[in-house]
C-alpha cells in the first residue's frame, strides 16, 4: 500500500489547486532510460478554475500521445475531456523518462496514469463529502463535477485546493472496462486544429527575439575531419555574418536561412577533407563481405534442439537467401535544433524521441550540468527514430557556442538529411528449412549477416545483446518447429547506423514470412494452413525476454484471412499474399496484400491487417497507426541508400521514391481490442507491409 | 536587397531582401508565417506549396521578384479558425499524424476543388503525384478530400 504513496506525491502550493505528480512505474523497454521507473514523469494539475492541466511525459511525432494519454487520466478522473490542457514536458529530474520509441508510450503508462487519475478523482470527492458533511459513498463523480445526495453538486475546480490538503490515497479502484466512456472512443487528434491552420509549432518554427540561422558543412564520408578552408567567399553572400568551426565541421551563421544555405554553397569549395578510413566503402563492397558472412562464424541469437542431426535426419531441405537494403529515415521535417548558451546556462528547442539525452548530451558538450540546460520541446515532424539520435541538437549546441551565444538555429537541408543520417543497415539472409518424410518441418535455420546497429549505437562497443537485438524478429519465430538456430554474423561498416521505425524486425520478418511461402509452394500447402498448422495449439511462448500468446497470432491470423476473403479467385495476374507475427511478444499483427504485376510494374491494390494490441485506447489513432505502419514499411520496396566512395548516393525524394498518393494502397484495419492491458501499435504494423506483398507477388506470377 | 510588395493572405507586405530568396523563406524568416513548410527546397515534396493567384505552387521554386504582383495565399490565409471545408474535412476524418507536409496538402486539396469540385480518383492522384506524407496518411488525405467536395466555392 505504501508503495501507492511513492508514485503519487502532491506537488502543489497554496492557491494553485490540486496537483499530482506521478511515478510512472514503467517496465524497462529497449527505447526506456532504466532511471524512468524510479522518477515521477507525469503532472495533472486541478486549477481553481476548473480546468484541468495535463502534462505529458512523451513526445507527440504523430503517434498521437498528446491525445491517449490525457484520455487515460480523463477517463478515471471523470473529466470535461473539452475542459483538459495538454502540455508537453520538459525534460528534467521531473521528467527523466521522456525517451519516446518502441511502441511502448501507452503500454508503459497505462497503469499509472489510471490510477493518479483515480486517485485525484478520490481525493476531490473526499473533499465534496468533508465539505457537504456526507458518508464518501453517497458521492460521485461526472464530467468534472462531484455529485452528492440532495442535488449537491460540485465542480472538481471549486474542490481543488480543499483536495490538495488530503493525503493521497493509498488505494484507489480503477474504472471496469464496461465503464469507460473516453477510453475507446475515437477522439481526434488535440492537435488537429493546429495543424490545419498551420499555427502548430515545430522544431524549424521556433523563432526566438534575435534569432540568427546556421547551417554546418560537414564532411561528406562518415567520419572524416576537415583540414583547411577559406571563408572569404562565404562572408561575401549578403546576411552571412560569420563561419565558426565546430566539432562536426564548419558553421555558416547568417540573418537567414537562406543567406545561411547560400553561404554554405560558397564556403564548399574551398574546404579540404581528410575523409579518412571510410573513403573507399561502397555498397558492393560491403555486399559482398556480407554475402562471405553467410558461411562464415555467427553468433548464436536461438538454438532450439539439435539442429545439425535435425537437416541430417532430414528427407529434404530448402534453402533461399534474401536481401534488405539500407534504409534512411527521411522525416518530412529534417533535423534541427535551436541553441541559446550562456555562460552557466542554455536553453535548446528540439523535436527529439530523447529529451532526456538531449539535454545530458548539450550539457557535456558545453560543459555544464544536465539542470542547467532547459529543453523545450516542439511538436516533431516526424521521428521513426532519427530522432532518438542526440547528434543534431548537441551540435546546435556547440554552434551557439562558438557563434557567442544566439539563439541560433540550426537547419539541416534535405541532403544533409538524406547523407548524414543514422542508417538502418542492409542486412543479407540464408535460410534453411528442413522437411520430413510426410512434409513436417522439421528444423529451421536463419543466417543474418550485416552491420550491427547496437554498436554502432553504443559508441563501437560490441552490447552483450547484439546477436539477440539483431535478430529481433527472426529468434521469436511463432512456428512451433524442433529444431531452430537463429544467428547473426557482424559485418563492419563505417556508416553511423540508428532505430529505423520497425528496427531489424522489418528484414527479418520479411525474410522469414516470405521462406514461409517458398515452402508452402514447395509442399504444394495453402500458406494460411501452413502457418495455422505451425502455430497448432500454442499458448504462451517464451523467446527471451519476451513472452508471446500465441493463441492471439493464430486469432489475427484467421481475422486478417477471413476479412481479406482468403483462397477466393483473384484476376489474371494479381494475388494475395499474408504475413503475421507477433512483435516483441506484446502486438500481434497479421495482414494479408492484393497485388498485381503488369508490364514490371508492381502494384498494391488493397492491404487487410488485423491487429490485437490489447485494449484499443483509441481507435482512431490506432488505425492511422496501422495505415501509416504500412506505407512506411511499403515505402522500402522501392527505396535504397546505397554508398560509393564513402559517401550515401542518394540525396533526397527524387532519388528515394517514398510512397506516394497515387500507390498507396485501400488499407482495411480490424483491431481486435480485448480487455488486455494495452500493448503498442507504432512499429508493429510495418514488418508486415513487405512480405505479404511479396507473397501476393509469388501468387500472382507462379 | 531591393524591396519588394507582396500580397499575402489578402494584406499588402512590403519585405526587403534579395529577389532571388525563394518565396518560402520570405514567409517563414521575413514575415514569420511559418505554417509552409521546408522539406525538399526542391519542388519534390510539396510541403511549401501556397495559392499563386489560385494556383498550387511550390515556395521553395519562386523568387521573391518572381512572386511580386500576384495574389499569396498561405495556409494561414486559408481561414484562421479552420472553417474552411477542406480544414473541417481533415479534422472530421483526423487526418494528421505528425502533421508536417499537412499545410502544403491541404493547400494542394483546396485548389484542387476550387477548380474541380467533384475530382475523380486519377484527378486527385494526379494533385497529390508530387506530395510526401512519411507518416502515410494518403487514405485519410483521400476520404478527407472526397468529404469536402462539393463543399468549395
Same mark, same amino acid.
Given at each position: 500500500?505504501?508503495?501507492?504513496?511513492?508514485?503519487?506525491?502532491?506537488?502543489?502550493?497554496?492557491?494553485?489547486?490540486?496537483?499530482?505528480?506521478?511515478?510512472?512505474?514503467?517496465?524497462?523497454?529497449?527505447?526506456?532510460?532504466?532511471?524512468?521507473?524510479?522518477?515521477?514523469?507525469?503532472?495533472?494539475?486541478?486549477?481553481?478554475?476548473?480546468?484541468?492541466?495535463?502534462?505529458?511525459?512523451?513526445?507527440?511525432?504523430?503517434?498521437?500521445?498528446?491525445?491517449?494519454?490525457?484520455?487515460?487520466?480523463?477517463?478515471?478522473?471523470?473529466?470535461?475531456?473539452?475542459?483538459?490542457?495538454?502540455?508537453?514536458?520538459?525534460?528534467?529530474?521531473?521528467?527523466?523518462?521522456?525517451?519516446?520509441?518502441?511502441?511502448?508510450?501507452?503500454?508503459?503508462?497505462?497503469?499509472?496514469?489510471?490510477?493518479?487519475?483515480?486517485?485525484?478523482?478520490?481525493?476531490?470527492?473526499?473533499?465534496?463529502?468533508?465539505?457537504?458533511?456526507?458518508?464518501?459513498?453517497?458521492?460521485?463523480?461526472?464530467?468534472?463535477?462531484?455529485?452528492?445526495?440532495?442535488?449537491?453538486?460540485?465542480?472538481?475546480?471549486?474542490?481543488?485546493?480543499?483536495?490538495?490538503?488530503?493525503?493521497?490515497?493509498?488505494?484507489?479502484?480503477?474504472?471496469?472496462?464496461?465503464?469507460?466512456?473516453?477510453?475507446?472512443?475515437?477522439?481526434?487528434?488535440?492537435?488537429?486544429?493546429?495543424?490545419?491552420?498551420?499555427?502548430?509549432?515545430?522544431?524549424?518554427?521556433?523563432?526566438?527575439?534575435?534569432?540568427?540561422?546556421?547551417?554546418?558543412?560537414?564532411?561528406?564520408?562518415?567520419?572524416?575531419?576537415?583540414?583547411?578552408?577559406?571563408?572569404?567567399?562565404?562572408?561575401?553572400?549578403?546576411?552571412?555574418?560569420?563561419?565558426?568551426?565546430?566539432?562536426?565541421?564548419?558553421?555558416?551563421?547568417?540573418?537567414?536561412?537562406?543567406?545561411?544555405?547560400?553561404?554554405?554553397?560558397?564556403?564548399?569549395?574551398?574546404?579540404?577533407?581528410?575523409?579518412?578510413?571510410?573513403?573507399?566503402?561502397?555498397?558492393?563492397?560491403?555486399?559482398?563481405?556480407?554475402?562471405?558472412?553467410?558461411?562464415?562464424?555467427?553468433?548464436?541469437?536461438?538454438?532450439?534442439?539439435?539442429?545439425?542431426?535435425?537437416?541430417?535426419?532430414?528427407?529434404?531441405?530448402?534453402?533461399?537467401?534474401?536481401?534488405?537494403?539500407?534504409?534512411?529515415?527521411?522525416?518530412?521535417?529534417?533535423?534541427?535544433?535551436?541553441?541559446?548558451?550562456?555562460?552557466?546556462?542554455?536553453?535548446?528547442?528540439?523535436?527529439?524521441?530523447?529529451?532526456?539525452?538531449?539535454?545530458?548530451?548539450?550539457?557535456?558538450?558545453?560543459?555544464?550540468?544536465?539542470?542547467?540546460?532547459?529543453?523545450?520541446?516542439?511538436?516533431?515532424?516526424?521521428?521513426?527514430?532519427?530522432?532518438?539520435?542526440?547528434?543534431?541538437?548537441?551540435?546546435?549546441?556547440?554552434?551557439?557556442?562558438?557563434?557567442?551565444?544566439?539563439?541560433?538555429?540550426?537547419?539541416?537541408?534535405?541532403?544533409?538529411?538524406?547523407?548524414?543520417?543514422?542508417?538502418?543497415?542492409?542486412?543479407?539472409?540464408?535460410?534453411?528449412?528442413?522437411?520430413?518424410?510426410?512434409?513436417?518441418?522439421?528444423?529451421?535455420?536463419?543466417?543474418?549477416?550485416?552491420?550491427?546497429?547496437?554498436?554502432?549505437?553504443?559508441?563501437?562497443?560490441?552490447?552483450?545483446?547484439?546477436?539477440?537485438?539483431?535478430?529481433?524478429?527472426?529468434?521469436?519465430?511463432?512456428?512451433?518447429?524442433?529444431?531452430?538456430?537463429?544467428?547473426?554474423?557482424?559485418?563492419?561498416?563505417?556508416?553511423?547506423?540508428?532505430?529505423?521505425?520497425?528496427?531489424?524486425?522489418?528484414?527479418?520478418?520479411?525474410?522469414?514470412?516470405?521462406?514461409?511461402?517458398?515452402?508452402?509452394?514447395?509442399?504444394?500447402?495453402?500458406?494460411?494452413?501452413?502457418?495455422?498448422?505451425?502455430?497448432?495449439?500454442?499458448?504462451?511462448?517464451?523467446?527471451?525476454?519476451?513472452?508471446?500468446?500465441?493463441?492471439?497470432?493464430?486469432?489475427?491470423?484467421?481475422?486478417?484471412?477471413?476479412?481479406?476473403?482468403?483462397?477466393?479467385?483473384?484476376?489474371?495476374?494479381?494475388?494475395?499474399?499474408?504475413?503475421?507475427?507477433?512483435?516483441?511478444?506484446?502486438?500481434?499483427?497479421?495482414?494479408?496484400?492484393?497485388?498485381?504485376?503488369?508490364?514490371?510494374?508492381?502494384?498494391?491494390?488493397?492491404?487487410?491487417?488485423?491487429?490485437?494490441?490489447?485494449?484499443?485506447?483509441?481507435?482512431?489513432?490506432?488505425?492511422?497507426?496501422?495505415?501509416?505502419?504500412?506505407?512506411?514499411?511499403?515505402?522500402?520496396?522501392?527505396?535504397?541508400?546505397?554508398?560509393?566512395?564513402?559517401?550515401?548516393?542518394?540525396?533526397?525524394?527524387?532519388?528515394?521514391?517514398?510512397?506516394?498518393?497515387?500507390?498507396?494502397?485501400?488499407?482495411?484495419?480490424?483491431?481486435?481490442?480485448?480487455?488486455?492491458?494495452?500493448?503498442?501499435?507504432?512499429?508493429?504494423?510495418?514488418?508486415?507491409?513487405?512480405?505479404?506483398?511479396?507473397?501476393?507477388?509469388?501468387?500472382?506470377?507462379? | 536587397? /531591393?524591396?519588394?510588395? &507582396?500580397?499575402?493572405? !489578402?494584406?499588402?507586405?512590403?519585405?526587403? $531582401?534579395?529577389? *532571388?530568396?525563394?518565396?518560402?523563406?520570405?514567409?517563414?524568416?521575413?514575415?514569420?508565417?511559418?505554417?509552409?513548410?521546408?522539406?525538399?527546397?526542391?519542388?519534390?515534396?510539396?510541403?511549401?506549396?501556397?495559392?499563386?493567384?489560385?494556383?498550387?505552387?511550390?515556395?521553395?521554386?519562386?523568387?521573391?521578384?518572381?512572386?511580386?504582383?500576384?495574389?499569396?495565399? /498561405?495556409?494561414?490565409? &486559408?481561414?484562421?479558425? !479552420?472553417?474552411?471545408?477542406?480544414?473541417? $474535412?481533415?479534422? *472530421?476524418?483526423?487526418?494528421?499524424?505528425?502533421?508536417?507536409?499537412?499545410?502544403?496538402?491541404?493547400?494542394?486539396?483546396?485548389?484542387?476543388?476550387?477548380?474541380?469540385?467533384?475530382?475523380?480518383?486519377?484527378?486527385?492522384?494526379?494533385?497529390?503525384?508530387?506530395?510526401?506524407?512519411?507518416?502515410?496518411?494518403?487514405?485519410?488525405?483521400?476520404?478527407?478530400?472526397?468529404?469536402?467536395?462539393?463543399?468549395?466555392?
Amino acid at each position: 500500500m505504501t508503495r501507492r504513496r511513492e508514485f503519487l506525491k502532491i506537488l502543489g502550493t497554496a492557491g494553485t489547486g490540486l496537483v499530482l505528480g506521478l511515478r510512472l512505474a514503467a517496465k524497462p523497454s529497449r527505447a526506456a532510460d532504466p532511471k524512468e521507473a524510479f522518477r515521477p514523469n507525469a503532472t495533472l494539475a486541478v486549477r481553481p478554475d476548473g480546468t484541468v492541466k495535463i502534462t505529458v511525459g512523451k513526445v507527440e511525432m504523430g503517434q498521437g500521445v498528446r491525445t491517449a494519454l490525457p484520455m487515460v487520466v480523463a477517463e478515471e478522473m471523470d473529466l470535461d475531456w473539452s475542459r483538459v490542457d495538454i502540455l508537453t514536458a520538459q525534460p528534467g529530474p521531473d521528467f527523466m523518462g521522456m525517451s519516446t520509441g518502441g511502441s511502448t508510450s501507452v503500454s508503459s503508462t497505462w497503469l499509472p496514469l489510471r490510477r493518479a487519475g483515480a486517485a485525484a478523482r478520490d481525493m476531490l470527492k473526499q473533499a465534496a463529502a468533508s465539505q457537504w458533511r456526507v458518508p464518501l459513498e453517497q458521492c460521485r463523480t461526472e464530467q468534472g463535477f462531484v455529485l452528492g445526495p440532495g442535488g449537491k453538486k460540485a465542480g472538481f475546480g471549486s474542490l481543488a485546493e480543499a483536495a490538495s490538503k488530503l493525503p493521497v490515497p493509498a488505494k484507489v479502484t480503477l474504472k471496469a472496462p464496461g465503464d469507460f466512456r473516453l477510453l475507446g472512443q475515437r477522439l481526434p487528434r488535440v492537435d488537429g486544429l493546429d495543424i490545419v491552420t498551420g499555427r502548430a509549432v515545430y522544431g524549424l518554427d521556433v523563432r526566438r527575439p534575435g534569432q540568427r540561422y546556421a547551417t554546418v558543412l560537414r564532411c561528406a564520408v562518415s567520419g572524416g575531419q576537415l583540414r583547411s578552408w577559406d571563408q572569404a567567399k562565404a562572408l561575401a553572400v549578403a546576411g552571412v555574418q560569420a563561419v565558426v568551426k565546430v566539432p562536426t565541421g564548419l558553421a555558416v551563421i547568417a540573418d537567414s536561412t537562406w543567406a545561411a544555405l547560400k553561404g554554405r554553397e560558397a564556403l564548399a569549395g574551398s574546404a579540404s577533407w581528410d575523409e579518412g578510413m571510410a573513403r573507399d566503402f561502397d555498397s558492393q563492397s560491403l555486399e559482398s563481405s556480407m554475402r562471405q558472412a553467410l558461411a562464415g562464424p555467427a553468433d548464436p541469437a536461438r538454438t532450439v534442439g539439435d539442429v545439425d542431426q535435425a537437416f541430417k535426419v532430414a528427407a529434404r531441405s530448402l534453402e533461399a537467401d534474401y536481401a534488405f537494403p539500407s534504409q534512411a529515415h527521411a522525416t518530412l521535417e529534417p533535423m534541427n535544433a535551436t541553441a541559446s548558451v550562456g555562460r552557466a546556462d542554455a536553453e535548446l528547442w528540439c523535436g527529439s524521441q530523447s529529451p532526456n539525452r538531449v539535454q545530458e548530451r548539450a550539457a557535456a558538450a558545453l560543459g555544464l550540468e544536465p539542470d542547467q540546460v532547459q529543453v523545450t520541446l516542439p511538436l516533431l515532424g516526424g521521428g521513426f527514430g532519427r530522432r532518438l539520435g542526440t547528434d543534431f541538437s548537441t551540435e546546435a549546441a556547440q554552434v551557439a557556442r562558438a557563434a557567442g551565444g544566439g539563439p541560433i538555429q540550426v537547419i539541416w537541408d534535405r541532403t544533409d538529411d538524406f547523407t548524414q543520417d543514422l542508417y538502418h543497415p542492409p542486412t543479407l539472409h540464408h535460410l534453411r528449412a528442413g522437411l520430413g518424410a510426410t512434409g513436417q518441418l522439421t528444423a529451421w535455420s536463419h543466417r543474418i549477416a550485416g552491420p550491427a546497429v547496437l554498436r554502432s549505437w553504443s559508441g563501437g562497443k560490441k552490447n552483450p545483446a547484439q546477436a539477440s537485438v539483431e535478430a529481433n524478429g527472426a529468434l521469436d519465430i511463432p512456428y512451433d518447429i524442433p529444431a531452430i538456430r537463429v544467428d547473426f554474423a557482424e559485418v563492419p561498416a563505417p556508416m553511423t547506423l540508428g532505430w529505423w521505425r520497425g528496427i531489424q524486425i522489418v528484414p527479418n520478418v520479411f525474410a522469414r514470412e516470405c521462406f514461409l511461402d517458398e515452402i508452402a509452394h514447395a509442399l504444394g500447402t495453402d500458406p494460411l494452413q501452413l502457418r495455422l498448422r505451425l502455430l497448432g495449439q500454442q499458448g504462451k511462448v517464451k523467446f527471451g525476454r519476451d513472452e508471446a500468446d500465441l493463441r492471439r497470432l493464430k486469432r489475427v491470423l484467421e481475422v486478417a484471412a477471413e476479412k481479406a476473403g482468403w483462397g477466393r479467385t483473384m484476376p489474371r495476374g494479381h494475388g494475395m499474399g499474408l504475413a503475421c507475427h507477433a512483435y516483441d511478444g506484446r502486438t500481434y499483427g497479421a495482414a494479408v496484400a492484393e497485388a498485381s504485376v503488369a508490364e514490371g510494374r508492381l502494384r498494391v491494390h488493397r492491404i487487410t491487417c488485423a491487429l490485437d494490441c490489447g485494449f484499443a485506447v483509441n481507435p482512431s489513432g490506432l488505425e492511422a497507426q496501422v495505415e501509416g505502419g504500412l506505407a512506411f514499411g511499403l515505402s522500402a520496396l522501392w527505396t535504397r541508400i546505397t554508398w560509393e566512395k564513402g559517401r550515401a548516393v542518394q540525396t533526397g525524394f527524387q532519388d528515394f521514391p517514398l510512397l506516394r498518393l497515387p500507390d498507396m494502397p485501400e488499407v482495411r484495419v480490424h483491431i481486435i481490442s480485448s480487455s488486455e492491458a494495452p500493448s503498442g501499435a507504432g512499429e508493429p504494423p510495418v514488418p508486415l507491409a513487405i512480405p505479404s506483398v511479396l507473397n501476393a507477388v509469388f501468387a500472382a506470377t507462379l | 536587397m /531591393t524591396s519588394f510588395k &507582396l500580397t499575402i493572405n !489578402g494584406r499588402a507586405r512590403t519585405v526587403i $531582401a534579395d529577389g *532571388e530568396t525563394p518565396l518560402l523563406w520570405i514567409l517563414r524568416d521575413s514575415l514569420g508565417l511559418t505554417g509552409t513548410k521546408y522539406g525538399c527546397g526542391h519542388g519534390v515534396c510539396g510541403a511549401c506549396t501556397v495559392h499563386l493567384d489560385g494556383e498550387p505552387t511550390r515556395s521553395c521554386q519562386v523568387t521573391l521578384r518572381a512572386a511580386e504582383g500576384h495574389a499569396i495565399t /498561405t495556409i494561414e490565409g &486559408l481561414s484562421a479558425d !479552420g472553417s474552411h471545408p477542406v480544414q473541417r $474535412a481533415w479534422l *472530421e476524418e483526423d487526418v494528421a499524424q505528425c502533421g508536417y507536409c499537412q499545410p502544403g496538402m491541404i493547400m494542394t486539396a483546396a485548389a484542387l476543388l476550387h477548380q474541380k469540385p467533384l475530382p475523380t480518383e486519377e484527378d486527385l492522384q494526379e494533385a497529390f503525384a508530387d506530395h510526401v506524407c512519411r507518416c502515410g496518411t494518403y487514405g485519410r488525405i483521400r476520404k478527407a478530400v472526397k468529404r469536402a467536395a462539393g463543399g468549395v466555392r
